[in-house]
């Protein structure tokens, strides 16, 4: 069993920048493809990044391009999303996801079998 734990959600300024964490236990690390996603309420669960076992292989939903960077650090067991100039539209709640038997980046919710809590993320304009 994999346990996410996300934190570095809060409350920000629009333009501002914030930077997620997602710390693992439970499995190898880097034994595990990770992604970020992110839920609005009544909305389906949608992809915003996603990183390979080793970090050296990201990819990211077109409308997060150039403003969000995932990235790990296998030594501490954490995957990072930074987010630069936060938006409104950003507001909402992001989820860390895991999974050990992926062999590339997946973007569809239901290929991840590990799941955090989420960590809210409210931007004030």
């Known amino acids: 069993q994999v346990q996410l734990v996300e934190s570095g959600g809060g409350l920000v300024q629009a333009g501002e920048s914030l930077r997620l964490s997602c710390a693992a236990s439970?499995?190898?690390?880097?034994?595990?493809?990770m992604g970020w996603f992110r839920q609005a309420p009544g909305k389906e669960r949608e992809f915003v990044a996603g990183i390979s076992r080793s970090g050296l292989g990201t990819y990211y939903a077109d409308s997060v391009k150039g403003r969000f960077t995932i990235s790990r650090d296998n030594a501490k067991n954490t995957v990072y999303l930074q987010i630069a100039s936060l938006k409104a539209e950003d507001t909402t709640v992001y989820y860390c996801a895991a999974d050990p038997k992926l062999t590339r980046i997946a973007v569809r919710a239901g290929e991840y079998a590990y799941w955090g809590q989420g960590t809210q993320v409210t931007v004030s304009s």
């Open positions: 439970g499995w190898t690390f880097s034994d595990l493809y």
